[in-house]
């Protein structure tokens, strides 16, 4: 009862010490502590426990390179190393021509252009575990892929797509990313098309452009913020592939970085120095993709369609 | 300059068929698997188109007293099924393999005539839910994880957009020391890789007692999408005409009425696109939920967990990856024309 009569009197001074607290000047400060202290417990604490366990031996001694010789020692890491490499690089680069050759047609206006926009970004909808089983159902030796061979006569015996292995299995799985992502590359390209204006390329072909030179020389270096943003963020996914790769060749066949990951913390995670291998795998991976964003942060700041946007 | 000659127009139609093509047929051939009985999946060639009937032939072997039940496949051609004189072994080889669910009386009444007029062909009618039906009873905790499924859903986009537009409309609206910086900061959070973060969140989460929960998978999911929220919803802040809230001040409004009534409904597409992502995110992790569950799994997880990397009875994989895609589909779907606003100005 005391405390509330004292409040009552105090009215005028608590709203006082309210305004103080949240005025035009803290109101960023506020909106923006939740976040903050969530990425405090939640992101910058885990990262402090990764990277103590990447510097620290098994029975807890520090080290600066101990854990990644142990990783490089092992069979499957340079492998895992290359295959990630050569993925992230050559599907990128398919799905990027795919998008763009997409991308320009569809950008006219003609009947049937929205049905078959929308049938072309189905498989984007489609969860990874379930695009590997749909591929999975082609690829077994009795699969639609051969059937499908097999009715054209390519072919006298079925390819046990199954049994491929290093760089062919790499490019299969390729194929079966490309099929997935190269819809979410197209939709950047098409909304980077439709920002660029109309009077320019009309200008271009008044003066006797061919089709040609105006995509070549108009339309591709306006479209360059949109390609360097689906490119990166793609290549940033594409580091990242594990679930496809495991559910259809299987664990180790064809090793990739995060299938390592998942590999020591599945199948394995009873070793002894499973977590540390996982530890260090996910460490190298979060290195790499850090540096990925980096590069693509200092391009996008020369103007992306996101900069123009905020500068608005 | 939009004219295009006739070979140039064959030439884009034929680009556009084939990519056509390859979208549908696999998804086609994929729909048919989902359906297929036990015998199907292993029919070959195969047809992307779906049955929904089943052909067999039935003999009666005096000496032995058996019935021998053959199969056609799909191609019209004659496979070895089973042979008993048990109605019990038939109903169970009709349902397990055929997809058809026939009482062992009935089957035995019905192939009665075989012993007096020879061979004879039945067709029977397909229950097309037995994958469906199958795949729940082999994922023993498939219909908990699909409820999870949803929970996780709905805690992260709970999250991540009660979090990221507070901090996207801080952006948007104010001026205020490090706001590059926090830009950039917010940026590396998107693009870290979440198993990078989920090994080490473990350690924090038995810490919390959150392990093995939804709300601890919801907030790692919340992320990513937090970030990705407040640059969605920035953007769109930015956008929004300031006079309007200034308007709905002056006429008396406080400031949380015209937050609400202004200022949110203008920002709805960027808050249901945000929610896709979070949607997206939550719903099609596999390999942090591995991580970070030990017996509470989500169904994306369930479905991988009764696959792995087994290539036998797919079919009953393929009915459970429908499960799976199916509220993908409708979410996506029903938010796209608010996306749709969003892609002309936002690139994700």
Known sequence: MEGKALANNNGSNYKEMLRRVFNKKTAPFWLLAPTFIYYL???????????????????????????FLFLFEQETFLPALLNTAFFAVASVMLQFVIALVLAILLNRKFKGQKLILFLVMIPMAITPTAVAIVWKTGLISSGWINSILQSFSVLEERIPFLGLRGIEAVIMIILIDTWTVMPSVLIILIAGLGNINEETKEAAYIFGASKWRIIKDITIPLLKPSIITAVILRMIAAVQVWAVVVMVMGFTNVPFLVERIAYYVGPVSSLPYADKLAYTYSFLTAVIVFIATIVYFKISKKGTALDRRTQK | MNKLNGIQKTLIALVLATVVIAVIVPLMFFFTNAFSNGREVYDYPKTPILSFTVKVQVSYNEDTGMYIVKYY?????????????????????????????????????????????????????KNMWHNFKTFFLITSKAEEALVNSIIVVIFTIIISLTLGSMAGYAFARFRFKGKDQINVFMLIVRMFPMVGISIPLAVILIRFNLFDTMIGLAILYSLPNIALTSWITSSIFVGINRELE??????????????????????????????MYAFLTAWNDTISALILTNDHPTLALAVYQAIGDNTTNLQYAAAGSIILIIPALIFTFVIRKYVNQMWGGVSV
């Open chain 2, 246 to 275: 200034e308007a709905s001040l002056v006429f008396g409004a406080n400031g949380f009425q015209t937050f609400i009534k202004i200022t949110l409904p203008l920002a709805l597409p960027a808050l249901a696109a945000s929610s």
């Open chain 2, 73 to 125: 496949d799909r191609n019209g051609e004659l496979q070895n099924a089973v042979n008993t004189s048990f109605g019990e072994i038939l109903s169970g080889y009709f349902e397990q393999y055929l997809s058809v669910y026939r009482t062992p009386e009935e089957l035995l009444e019905q192939f009665e005539i075989t012993k007096t007029e020879g061979p004879q062909e039945f067709t029977y009618g």
């Open chain 1, 41 to 67: 417990v939640f992101w910058f604490s885990p990262i402090f426990i990764s990277i103590k366990e990447v510097f620290t031996t098994l029975d807890g001694k520090f080290t600066v390179l101990g854990n």
